[in-house]
Antibody, heavy 120, light 109 residues
Framework: QVQLQESGPGLMKPSETLSLTCHVS??????????WSWIRQSAGEGLQWIGR???????DLNRSLRSRASISADTSSNQFFLRLRSVTANDAGIYYC????????????WGQGTVVTVSS | EIVMTQSPATLSVSPGERVTLSCRAS??????LAWYQQKSGQAPRLLIY???SRATGIPARFSGSGSGTEFTLTISSLQSEDFAVYFC???????????FGQGTRLEIQ
């Protein structure tokens, strides 16, 4: 079955660039069947959609994060990535990768999440 | 940005009871509404999409309804495994943008 697995550094210092990876197994990013997304969750902000990427490389980002976030993909390794520049304590939380379902209206499959802490 | 408001924030109920959770959108979203269940330490799990369609493997005791700005998730007879936090989520295809409600926590009374 399709599975998503996030990986990342865990602990960041303020002003650093966060880089996260989502490895997809059981499905091919290059098939173009789905959009793939990043979502984060924190006590302060709740669940926040960060952005999505399609097989073609087309991305859409949350307007509030557009100046700092970018999403890319490597179809040869079946992975997609999040980069978030200039992190602050407000960027701490659990980061999930997820698959967008039919008609791209909902997230039908989630990774287990990776915890990001920001501290000097 | 479309804001999603869930009520109540917390609901204390007993197993076997019927429960209804509410979600309101700040503007009309047609039926672009999904519901998720999240248990402690786990990722959210999709329950309902398109306001009323059950996701694969979701028991029939979960049902969704509504359109426009008012939506509900009903659990017909609460089981012990249903005590969790429930989130609604909308999709604005014009933006595109996805936003979540702040969640309703179901507690054992």
């Amino acid at each position: 079955q399709v599975q998503l697995q996030e990986s990342g550094p865990g602990l960041m210092k303020p002003s650093e660039t966060l880089s996260l990876t989502c490895h997809v197994s059981g499905a091919s990013l290059s098939s173009g069947a789905n959009y793939w997304s990043w979502i984060r969750q924190s006590a302060g902000e709740g669940l926040q959609w960060i952005g999505r990427i399609y097989a073609s490389g087309r991305t859409d980002l949350n307007r509030s994060l557009r100046s700092r976030a970018s999403i890319s993909a490597d179809t040869s390794s079946n992975q997609f990535f999040l980069r978030l520049r200039s992190v602050t304590a407000n960027d701490a939380g659990i980061y999930y990768c997820a698959r967008l379902g039919w008609m791209d209206t909902h997230f039908d499959l989630w990774g287990q999440g990776t915890v990001v802490t920001v501290s000097s | 940005e479309i804001v999603m408001t869930q009520s109540p924030a917390t609901l204390s109920v007993s197993p076997g009871e019927r429960v209804t959770l509410s979600c309101r959108a700040s503007q009309g979203i047609s039926n672009n509404l999904a519901w998720y269940q999240q248990k402690s330490g786990q990722a959210p799990r999709l329950l309902i999409y398109g306001a009323s369609s059950r996701a694969t493997g979701i028991p029939a005791r979960f049902s969704g309804s509504g359109s426009g700005t008012e939506f509900t998730l009903t659990i017909s007879s609460l089981q012990s495994e249903d005590f969790a936090v429930y989130f609604c989520q909308q999709y604005d295809h014009w933006a595109p943008m996805y936003t979540f409600g702040q969640g309703t926590r179901l507690e054992i009374q």
